[in-house]
């Protein structure tokens, strides 16, 4: 299977705290993609980076991305209670990108 | 209005009946996308096209059918229901096969 494996299952921490999510995968890649999913929506896109980027930031999100170890990591910095939702990634290569079981994120006020 | 839709948003069913879900997108991306998510599996892809006319099966296709006569719809239709595919549907759309996905709503399905 080419899908992204997440890790961990399950996160809680208070709000302002930073939030960090690990995702790893088995192929090489042409980019890696994080989405949220809030409680009975569907996925939104958060960030892709590509295989060439190490690091990519966007407002809270910092997303980083070794290849050599075939992993990624989403850090949400000062998590909000809004924050609260499951958080996927996915990888885009010379397949058709697969997602893994996600981690859930519960930011408490 | 542009984006991705999904209908029914809500289904009932009995098993043994034909269920066929909707979804459309009005940017005419080329890829589209049906998954099923399922506590303790996350997102599981049932099949994909890449353009009016192809699909392709993804990680669970049995029990599944699909068809893509226009670029901008791709329905989904379990031929003979059970209970097992009681599931919530998402419908994605993309410009290629390996970037970022846009996501409907989702239809949350109940085989009784």
């Known amino acids: 299977s080419q899908q992204g494996e997440e890790d961990p299952q399950a996160l809680s921490i208070q709000e302002g705290e930073n939030a960090t999510m690990n995702c790893s995968y088995k192929?090489?890649?042409?980019?890696l993609q994080w989405y949220r999913q809030n409680s009975g929506r569907g996925l939104v896109h958060l960030i892709l980076?590509?295989?060439?980027?190490r690091e990519k930031h966007s407002g809270r999100l910092r997303v980083t991305l070794d290849t050599s170890k075939k992993s990624s990591s989403l850090l949400i910095t000062a998590s909000r209670a809004a924050d609260t939702a499951s958080y996927f990634c996915?990888?885009?290569?010379?397949?058709?990108?697969?997602f893994g079981r996600g981690t859930s994120l519960i930011v408490h006020p | 209005d542009a984006g991705i839709t999904q209908s029914p948003r809500y289904k009932i069913t009995e098993t043994g009946r034909q269920v066929t879900l909707m979804c459309h997108q009005t940017?005419?991306?080329?890829?589209m996308f049906w998954y099923r998510q399922d506590l303790g599996h996350g997102l599981r892809l049932i099949y994909y096209?890449?353009?009016?006319?192809?699909?392709d099966k993804g990680e669970v296709p049995d029990g599944y059918v699909v068809s893509r006569s226009k670029t901008e719809n791709f329905p989904l239709t379990l031929e003979s229901a059970t209970r097992s595919q009681t599931s919530v549907y998402f419908c994605?759309?993309?410009?290629?096969?390996?970037?970022?996905?846009?996501f409907g709503p989702g239809t949350r399905l109940t085989v009784l």
């Open positions: 994605a759309s993309s410009d290629s096969d390996y970037n970022e996905q846009f």
């Open positions: 192929t090489s890649i042409n980019n």
């Open positions: 980076i590509r295989s060439n980027e």
């Open positions: 996915a990888t885009g290569g010379s397949y058709i990108p697969t």
């Open positions: 940017w005419s991306h080329s890829y």
């Open positions: 096209s890449a353009a009016a006319d192809i699909t």
